[in-house]
Structure formats: C-alpha cells, structure tokens
C-alpha cells in the first residue's frame, strides 16, 4: 500500500510505502513513486535513500559500510525499492528518498519517509512452566523456532515449549534460521536465574580504531569460579573448550576486560582489524554449573573508513562534518579536501567559506586512499569527481573498468583524462594520460558519456597494473584537484584454500574458502562451480562433501571466465622404481611416488608386512637394498580433501649360493639299485643346474637331479654339480658314489651276524658270573683267593677259527 504525499509546488511528489515492523535478522523492503515538472525537458541525474543525522543533514546508505552486502537499491522509470536483509537493531530509523535533476534548484527529499521499527524476540512467561517466543511485530509465516536454556540448545521447534519451573533456569529462542539474533535470557520463576544478556548484538568498527562490546550476567549460587571472553567461530577451537581471549596471541596486548559489582563485563579490542570480525562470546562457570555457548554472541564487524560529508546551511556559513556509521578510532584527526585539493584543516567539523563553484571532501589521518566522495555545499553543480568504486579488484587477464562522474561550474571543460597518481617517476604536477603510456599500449580504451561519466578500461591486467588510479579534468582556468585520492586497483590472482575438512572412508568433509589479494572494501561477491558446474553458494566459504575426482574453484561473480586453480584430492599415485629392470641385491635402489593434487599431497611408504615400518616423502630410497627388503609396499598419497594408494612390489635378484647336494637313498649303494643326486641352490631368479663327473670331463646333465634308475659299478666315482643363473655360478662340494655287489654286501651281513651271535654267549656268562658271587656268604670274602686254571671254551675257540677263514675267504672275493 502506497500512501501519496505531496511536498511542495509545480509538481514535486514522493510517494512511499506504508511503515514496516520487523524482526532483527528479517528481510524488509521500502518502496516510493516520485514525480517531478517538466520531465519532458529535463532528467533525473542522482537518487539515492538516506537517513537523517543531526536534523538536516542526511547519510547516503549506499555509502555506509553497515549495510554492506545487505542493502540493494533499484528503481524502474519512477518507481525505487530498497530492500535490506539481515536486518539489525540499529537499523531502525526514517528512510527517505531523494533526487535531483538537471534543473534549477531541482534537488527534493520526500516527506516523511518509510519507517523502520526492528523488534527483538522476547520470552513470555505465561505460567510457572509455560513459554511462548513473542514478538510485537509479524513473524513470517511458518515460523520455526529454537530454544535455549541457561545458553544450551535444547529439543523443541515450537513457537510454544514447557519448560522447567526452577528458579535457576533461564530460557531464550531464536527464529530458525537467524540464531544471530536470539531473544534475551528470562528467569522462569524469580530474578536470580543463571542468566547472560548482550547489550549489542552488530557492531561496526572501522580498521584501526577500538571497540567495546558489554554484557550482564547472573549467577543463581551467586558463587562464581571464573568468567572469560572467546571468539565462537574461531576455526581450529573446540566448541565446548574456547579459549580465553586474553590468552589468544591474536590479541596479545589489545584486550582489555573490565567487571563491575553489578555483574556488568565489557571486552574492549584496540587497534582492530579485519580478521577481528566475527561472533564473540561470554561464558562462566559457577560450581558445577557453567553457562552454555551455544547461544550466539554479538557480532563484530571492522571495515575500512566510509566517511560522508554532512552538510548544514542553517548558520551564517556553512557547517561541515566528517561523519562514518562505524566507530573511528579514538581522537581521529582529518583531512580535508575543496575541489581536489588538500586543505590546512584537520579537525570533524570545518566552516566552508565557498562558493557554488566549490566541493568538499573529508579522510581520516593515514586512511587517504578512503576519503568521502565530494559534495556541494550550495546547488548541484560545483565542480566535483565522484569515483564509482574505491577498491575495486580484478582477476589477473581479466578485463577491468574504473568509473566516475565529473562536472564542471562553468560547464566549459578543454581536457580530461586518467591517469595513475602512483607512478614513480612522475610528476604530481603533470601526471601522464594513460592513453600515452608505454606501460598501457594497446590494453586502454576510456569511455566518455554525454551526462558527465567516464570509465577508464584496461584489458588483459597484470599484477603490475595495481595501483591507485585518477581522473582530472580542466575548464578555463580551472583544474581538478590531484591530492584528493582515487580508486586503488588490486589484480589478484585467486585461490581455493582448505579451512577445515574431516576426512570419510568415501568423501571428505571440507571447508574451502576464495582467497585473493584484494581488500574487504571492494566487496565481493563469488561463484563457486564443482566438476564445471555452478552451485548455489555465493559468498567466499563452500561448505559440502568432496569425492574422489571432484574438482572445485571459485571465481569473482561477473569474471566467471577467470577461474582460480582447481583444488581436489589426490589422484591414483603413480609409483616408479629406479633403476628399472631387475632389482640386484647390494644395488642402490629408489621408488618414486606422485600424485597429482592440489594442495599439493603428502607421501607416506608402508610396507605390507611391516606396518610400524613407515617413511615419510616421495622418494623411498635404499642404498644397497638387501634380500629382506623384498616385499609388497604401499605409497599413500593425502591431502586435505583426501587419500589414495599405489601397490608395488619388490623382487630383488642375486646370484646362487653354494648349492648343496643330497642323494637318496643315503647310506650305501648297491648295485642294480635306484640313486637320485640332487642338487639345490637358493638363488633369485631361480638357478639352472648342471651336473659333472671329474674323470669324465664328457659326462653332462642338465637339471637339479641326476637319476640313475639301476646304478652300476662303472658308475662309481665323484660328482658335483654347478648352479647358475644370469646374476652368477656357483659349484658344489664333491659327493662321493660307491657303488658294490649284492655279494660283498651278503658277506657284510654275515659278518655283522656273527658279530652278535658271539657277544650273545658273553653277555649270558657275564650275568651268570655277577649272579653266583652274589650267592657267595660274606664271611667268605676275606679267604685267599685259590688259584685256578681256566680250560678255554672249545665252542668260542671253532667260532673264532670259522670266523677268521670267513674273512680271509671274504678278502679273497675282494
């Protein structure tokens, strides 16, 4: 719904929106229709929303860094929205909207603008367990919800909960979707719950300056043990161990943590920057109770300067000030600049002793690469240059366009042109037109349009084309200021790098993020494609699963053609032995491992057998490798987003060992029996054998055994065998063959039988002999001894005499 207003005379009207109420973390859009006389003779030249500061001076959003990447502005014909997300507490104020014309005096503000009221989720109490999340304004439709109790998350998703009815509990909830926002912690029953309550939820602080961010806490036991501040998205920490930030070497001598009796705490950060942004916390432990974190904390954000010149014509001269939307450091000093020229004045707020020729800018002290844009003091058209962007960042052969527009009091302008205000070598007086400098040869190509813009091209950018950029222009004798700093040009080179990832059996878990060289203040937007194709992920962080194969890059939105490096897990290794060929032992031996990844892999050796045995590095080196180094290895090839394995196998070669000689079957050898000789030798490859006899150099046979299926006597004599293979050869001992007659063998028998028959008689004397002194009385023992004469035993004497002619018999055979 559109309520009309009309403001002022002949024709000038601003029509807006009706008021709108939401909640912090929403998305809230204003709209307007405006009109202006004679639209057939003249154009619109600028609009813009704003809010108001200080009565009549008003704050351009577009220019404000707290709306940074929140707000968008657009307009068809004569209708404009603006619409903001995220929205904060701070953004609550009067929007209006404002345009300008090429007419006389044709600049009008609408009246009385769209106002924005941003309401914090509150806890209702209803009875002594009953819990509603309330809001004064309209909550979207289908509203999910989230709870916390004493700062946990706890189960439930319904605008409605039953909660606990101790005195000690507080609860909070949050919209779903926007737990940066969270209600305040209420007592259930009492005032003497264990409670936390934020006094800001967003703060913007601008690069160099000090930030304060403040809480209140309560204890139910009243007793508290310890109480610290900690940064809640700290990559690396551990959610339920946050580190302290007066530990933290990231803040090593800026923190500051200030408590006072009324369980007030306020963590003060000096000299922040960019990498301060992020969510900050509170916690405290009280015996065994200690406050939970997963209730958000407020949110931290540093920018670089975004400076405006407030104008107030309600005093005899002109009243000027620098003003920012972010916190500035502390005792600030400024500079000022008229028409592009520095001025002697360093202080918020100057008087403007001008004309309707003049333009005004601002800067802090050490931050001029960030001044204000310039402003009229009187009418629309002084001379000025409004540059488009002040950090702009490009991506190495890419093209680029630097903008502004420029006008000109006497409208009379002779020259314009770019240049770069960084230039060694060059005067400050008389920089050079970049459309004549060797540097830019055939990559510029400016831009003129008829209402007073221009836009400087440059293609193909290279790493030496950044820099700080600006234009001039002259009109009589007048000449645009050089002093006053233009936009500064990064040409940046992007890369994906791996903030956190967790590696699965399949699929890793992975955190990238874009990285580039180029300040936050060039407020990027990024695209992010897997495998070629584009995924719904815009901001510099891609959160999701990576497999094996999946390649991933980021690239600038708008420069999709100028892509960053791939990054993917590692592929199959590719493993290689050298030298290649056999493997000889005592050999110097290498196995090299690769893998293409990026980041670029680690390489990790195991061997099969041996898994405490690991060597780290691609090169896995032996030496003079020895036998026990043959084996299966493993070269394992890990990177952030993943591992894989290569297989490979080591056989190392050597000549044979002295070989040895069995023969079967073993003892003696008779003639017309079976004999195998066999011949062994460890050796790698395995040997080939070759059998000889010494005194018969003819006699040859190839293979590991010689058979003789009936052995003669002519085949008695002395073999050895030879082993070789292509690394050596290598001879046995002698094995000695004695092959005899059944004969002689029956005779050895024989012998052999007699032996024994005559110990039999012996044997039966000797216990016959101990068995009878055993009879004997022992009063005996002592007589003398008579002397008797032994008859040899005829039997032994014919079996020694047969005995003795055997033999003679025997050697007679022989």
């Known amino acids: 719904m559109l309520a009309a207003v009309v403001q002022g005379q002949k024709g000038w009207k601003v029509t807006y929106s009706s008021d709108v109420c939401v909640s912090e973390g929403s998305t809230v859009e204003m709209r307007c229709t405006y009109t202006y006389p004679d639209p057939q003779h003249s154009r619109v030249e600028d609009k813009f929303w704003f809010t108001r500061v200080e009565g009549y001076r008003y704050v351009e959003l577009r220019k404000a860094s707290v709306f940074a990447g929140r707000l968008q502005e657009s307009c068809n014909r004569n209708s404009c929205s603006l619409r903001i997300t995220d929205v904060r507490q701070s953004d609550a104020d009067v929007y209006y ?22 309401k914090d989720l509150q806890v209702e109490v209803q009875n002594s367990n009953k819990l509603q999340c309330f809001s004064s304004c309209r909550l979207p439709d289908h509203s999910s919800f989230i709870w916390y109790k004493n700062g946990h998350k706890i189960y439930g998703n319904q605008k409605v909960i039953y909660g606990s009815s101790s005195s000690a509990d507080s609860y909070s909830c949050a919209l779903s979707g926007r737990e940066d926002f969270p209600s305040a912690s209420v007592c259930v029953s009492g005032q003497t719950c264990n409670k936390l309550i934020y006094t800001d939820r967003s703060i913007c602080a601008v690069k160099g300056s000090s930030v304060e961010i403040s809480c209140t806490y309560n204890s139910h036991s009243g007793s508290i043990t310890s109480k610290f501040w900690f940064r809640s998205d700290r990559s690396g920490q551990s959610p339920s161990q946050p580190q302290d930030l007066r530990t933290d070497v990231q803040f090593t001598g800026r923190v500051q943590v200030n408590y006072t009796t009324r369980r007030r705490s306020t963590l003060r950060i000096s000299d922040v920057t960019e990498t301060d942004s992020g969510q900050y916390g509170f916690t405290f432990r009280a015996g065994g109770f200690e406050w939970g974190r997963s209730l958000s904390g407020p949110s931290l954000t540093v920018t670089d300067p975004d400076l405006q010149v407030l104008v107030w014509t309600y005093s005899t001269w002109p009243k000027l000030q620098c003003f920012s939307s972010c916190r500035l450091p502390d005792h600030s000093s400024f500079i000022w600049y008229k028409n592009g020229d520095k001025m002697n004045e360093n202080q918020k707020e100057i008087s403007a002793y001008s004309t309707s020729a003049d333009s005004y800018s601002c800067a802090l002290s050490g931050r001029e690469d960030f001044p204000s844009a310039s402003v009229c003091v009187y009418g629309e058209t002084c001379n000025k240059v409004i540059y488009t962007d002040r950090s702009i960042c490009a991506v190495k052969g890419s093209s680029v366009e630097i903008s502004c527009t420029y006008n000109s009091h006497s409208g009379s302008i002779t020259s314009e042109f770019w240049f770069r205000s960084d230039r060694s070598g060059q005067s400050p007086s008389q920089p050079q037109d970049l459309r004549t400098d060797v540097q830019f040869t055939g990559r510029v190509q400016v831009l003129e349009a008829a209402t007073g813009g221009s836009t400087l091209r440059i293609s193909d950018v290279t790493e030496t084309d950044s820099g700080q950029y600006g234009f001039t222009f002259r009109a009589g004798g007048f000449e645009w200021g050089r002093s006053l700093s233009g936009p500064s040009l990064t040409v940046t080179v992007l890369q994906v790098q791996v903030i956190t990832s967790t590696l699965q059996d399949s699929y890793t878990d992975a955190q990238l993020r874009c990285l580039s060289s180029c300040s936050s203040a060039a407020r990027l937007s990024y695209v992010w494609f897997k495998n070629g194709h584009q995924v719904l992920m815009e901001d510099g962080s891609y959160r999701g699963r990576v497999h094996p194969g999946d390649a991933i890059v980021c690239a600038l939105k708008g420069r999709e053609n100028f892509k960053s490096a791939s990054v993917y897990a590692p592929d199959v290794p590719s493993v290689s032995v050298v030298p290649s060929g056999d493997i000889l032992e005592n050999s110097p031996v290498t196995l090299n491992c690769s893998s293409d990844a990026n980041p670029a892999a680690n390489y990790t050796w195991y061997r099969d057998s041996h898994p405490e045995s690991t060597h780290e590095g691609p090169q896995l080196v032996f030496s003079s490798i020895q036998l026990n180094h043959s084996g299966l290895y493993v070269c394992a090839a890990v990177n952030e987003l993943g591992k894989r394995n290569k297989f490979v196998s080591l056989d190392v070669k050597y000549a044979p060992d002295v070989p040895s000689v069995s023969v079967v079957p073993s003892g003696d050898i008779l003639e017309n029996s079976p004999v195998t000789l066999t011949c062994s030798s460890d050796a790698n490859p395995a040997a080939n054998y070759t059998w000889y006899r010494d005194s ?112 003679e018999e025997q050697d007679d055979l022989v």
């Open 696 to 807: 018969h150099p003819e006699f040859t046979h190839e293979g590991p055994q010689l058979v003789f299926s009936s052995i003669q006597l002519n085949h008695s004599g002395h073999f050895y065998c030879e082993a070789e293979n292509q690394l050596g050869r290598r001879r046995s001992e002698f094995v000695s063959i004695n092959v005899e007659r059944k004969s002689v063998m029956i005779m050895k028998i024989t012998r052999l039988t007699l032996v024994v028959l005559m110990l039999i008689p012996v044997f039966v004397l000797s216990l016959w002999t101990r068995k009878k002194t055993a009879l004997i009385p022992r009063s005996e023992w002592n007589k003398p001894a008579e002397t008797l004469e032994s008859e040899p035993l005829p039997d032994y004497e014919n079996m020694t005499a047969a005995q003795t002619d055997d033999t």
């Open 97 to 118: 909207f404002r345009f300008s014309t090429n007419q006389y005096k044709g600049r009008f503000t609408g009246e009385p603008g769209v106002t924005l009221s941003v």
